[in-house]
Structure formats: C-alpha cells, structure tokens
C-alpha cells in the first residue's frame, strides 16, 4: 500500500494482499472439515483423496485451501504438499515441471526440450511417499491432459480449486471425469454479511491502527461486495489508502464510495494481466465493440489469433471474464450480447 499509507494508517500492509491467510481462519468451518476428511489420511503417511473446491470468486475457496495446508503441515512433518496456479502454469508441461519443482527433483531450469513423458516418469519416481497437489483456478488449463498424468501417479492426490465443477469436468475424457466426480466436492458459497464484516474486522485487526474504521464502515463495504470477500478487502484497502493521502484519521462513508470505482479498476486490471492469449483476444473484441453477439465475438477473435479455441472453449472464456467482471452477458438466445464492464484495453 506504500510507506506513506503504512506510517499512517497501516501497521501491516501484507495483511490486505491477496495470499494472506490468517492463523485464525473463519466462517468456513463446514467446508475445512469436508475438504480435511479427504486430505487427512496423508498425516499418517497414507495417500489422500482427489478433492474438488468450487464456487465464486471471493468466495474463500485458496484461502481456506491453503490454510488447511498449512494446518496439515503442523501436524506432520515433512508432509510433501504442493500448490501451483495455473493462470501461471497453464500448460500440460509447465504444470509438471511445476510439479517436478515441489517435489525437488526438476532438471535444472525448464527446458521444453524435456518431453511431458519424462516429466510425468520423473514424477512417478520421485513420489516415494503421499504427495497432495493443488491446482488454484484448474479451469484455466489450456488442456486437461495432465490431470490424468497426475491422477495416475501413485500416491499423488490431487486437489481442484474452479469456480465451477461441471465446467471443468465437461472438458475432461469420460473415464478421468467418472473418476473426478467421484472425487470429495467441496462447495463454497458466497459470504453473508456477517461473515463478510468478521473477515474484514480480522483485517483491520491485524493491520490497521485503532480507530481507523468502525463497525458502521466494515458493514458499509460489506454491503458493497455483496459477498464477494476479494473485492471487499481490496475496497477496504483502496479506502485506506485514500483517507491516508487526505490526511484523515479514519475512514467516512463517503470515503468507502469514493473507493469503491477505483477498487474494481485496480482489480478488473490485474485480471486483465492474467488472462491468456485467447482470453486476451476474446476480451479486446468485446471490449473493442462496445457491445457484440456471440457469433461475431467468436469470428472476430477467431481472425485475431492462429489456431482459434472451439465456439464451446470460448463460451468457457466469457464465463470466466463474467466471473471476474470484465465483462457481462446480457439478453437470451439470438438477443444474447456481450459487454465489457469498462471500455479499456492495453497494448500487448
């Protein structure tokens, strides 16, 4: 958030990021204990089972993955666990190189020349005991191939974060996805306001000064995010901030509106910096046209790339980009529109 917000209003500017996870994780209690019936076993050194987290962005589905693996790891040690996102490793050799890497035994740095049958056979001999691995946002994998690579590695359990189930499962071979159905589903809802104002409480607990924000503010952006905890603590901290470089002491009403539009501008563009080539593509036509019919989405993103996604692999696309409001669909059937949520794009 800056030096000059920290010395001001901020005692811990990591608290409002993105991967922090605090010791005392709440409001998700049914979901740990599900998700912690399938990951236990590994305590005792036996293999876990395959398990599948799903719901809406903002829903606490990394956070409560990653605390259940920190919680899991001080119960045992040397417990092997490994989390990769893949709107990094998209590929079906970045995502077992990646792998390879967690495990320590990668040849040297990635190379590509190293084919995906090596990295899939180094992996089975390097899985000497139970091994969990997540796959954060497993929706955005180029090709689900490498699932059943890891599926079929002895001993490996593997973990899917998405926010849907069934779309990822409809793009899998049918026997990896009878299997994967069959894996523990772990559903995530949306918080309700109270959850939503405990979570940001605990924020400013741990990072922010006292008296910054009252009660009446964490409801106010609660509110706000209609449940969505990212763009609540990301509101919070784009209120902060702005309160610090006007030299008050504490948040105001009218401080956490006039957040608001510049909160979801910071966080629709770091979304935007993740999207893939074909994502990329799909988004500017849109965001290009102003508004657009999904065929002509489809053929004008088609022109704008070499080897064009399936109509159905882009229809994948625009849920994504909904998912995370870059843009939204509006009408039915041949009325059906699509719109960018703002009308910017950058130079790539």
């Given at each position: ?10 005692t811990?500017?990591?608290?409002f990021?993105?991967?922090?996870v605090?010791?005392?994780f709440?409001h998700?209690?049914?979901e740990?204990n599900?998700l912690?019936?399938?990951l ?6 036996e293999?876990?089972?395959?398990a599948f987290?799903?719901?809406p962005?903002?829903?606490g ?9 920190d919680a899991?790891?001080e119960?045992?040690?040397?417990l092997?666990t490994?989390y ?8 079906r050799?970045?995502v077992?190189?990646?792998v390879?890497?967690?495990l320590?035994?990668?040849p040297g740095?990635r190379?590509?020349?190293v084919?995906?049958g090596?990295?899939?056979s180094r992996?089975?001999d390097?899985v000497d005991?139970?091994v969990?691995?997540?796959l954060d946002?497993v929706d955005q994998?180029?090709?689900?191939d ?6 079929h590695t002895?001993g ?7 926010n849907r189930?069934d779309?990822?499962l409809?793009?899998?071979?049918p ?5 994967l159905a ?15 104002v405990a979570i940001?409480a605990q924020?400013?607990?741990h ?5 910054v924000?009252s009660?009446a503010?964490?409801?106010?952006v609660a ?9 609540a ?9 702005l309160?610090a470089?006007?030299?008050?002491e504490?948040l105001?009403p ?5 957040a608001?539009?510049?909160?979801r501008t910071?966080?629709r563009e770091?979304?935007?910096e993740?999207?893939?080539e074909?994502?990329?593509a ?5 965001s290009?046209?102003?508004e ?10 088609a022109?704008?790339?070499e080897e ?5 692999r882009?229809r ?8 995370y409001?870059l843009v ?8 059906r529109?699509?719109?960018a949520v703002d009308?910017e794009?950058?130079t790539?």
């Amino acid at each position: 958030m800056g030096t000059l917000y920290a010395d001001a209003l901020v005692t811990d500017p990591a608290v409002f990021q993105e991967d922090w996870v605090p010791a005392d994780f709440r409001h998700r209690d049914a979901e740990l204990n599900l998700l912690s019936t399938a990951l236990e076993p590994v305590i005792s050194g036996e293999p876990a089972g395959d398990a599948f987290v799903w719901g809406p962005s903002g829903s606490g589905k990394t956070s409560a993955t990653r605390y259940l693996l920190d919680a899991l790891h001080e119960r045992a040690d040397g417990l092997d666990t490994h989390y990769l996102s893949c709107w990094t490793d998209r590929t079906r050799h970045a995502v077992l190189y990646s792998v390879l890497e967690g495990l320590g035994t990668a040849p040297g740095k990635r190379r590509t020349a190293v084919s995906a049958g090596e990295l899939r056979s180094r992996i089975e001999d390097g899985v000497d005991r139970p091994v969990v691995v997540v796959l954060d946002e497993v929706d955005q994998l180029e090709s689900p191939d490498v699932l059943y690579d890891l599926y079929h590695t002895p001993g490996l359990a593997i973990v899917l974060v998405a926010n849907r189930e069934d779309q990822v499962l409809a793009r899998l071979e049918p026997r990896l996805r009878s299997r994967l159905a069959n894996a523990t589903s772990v559903q995530f809802d949306r918080y309700d306001l109270d959850a939503l104002v405990a979570i940001l409480a605990q924020r400013a607990e741990h990072g922010l000064r006292p008296d910054v924000v009252s009660r009446a503010d964490l409801e106010h952006v609660a509110d706000v995010a209609a449940g969505d905890a990212r763009d609540a603590i990301r509101i919070l901290a784009t209120a902060v901030r702005l309160a610090a470089s006007e030299g008050a002491e504490s948040l105001s009403p009218e401080t956490v509106d006039r957040a608001v539009p510049a909160a979801r501008t910071e966080l629709r563009e770091t979304r935007r910096e993740r999207l893939g080539e074909h994502q990329y593509a799909l988004y500017t036509v849109i965001s290009s046209a102003g508004e657009i019919s999904p065929g002509e989405a489809y053929e004008r993103y088609a022109d704008r790339v070499e080897e064009p996604r399936s109509r159905r692999r882009v229809r994948d696309y625009v849920s994504k980009l909904v998912e995370y409001g870059l843009v939204t669909v509006h009408g039915q059937n041949r009325g059906r529109r699509y719109r960018a949520v703002d009308g910017e794009t950058r130079t790539k």
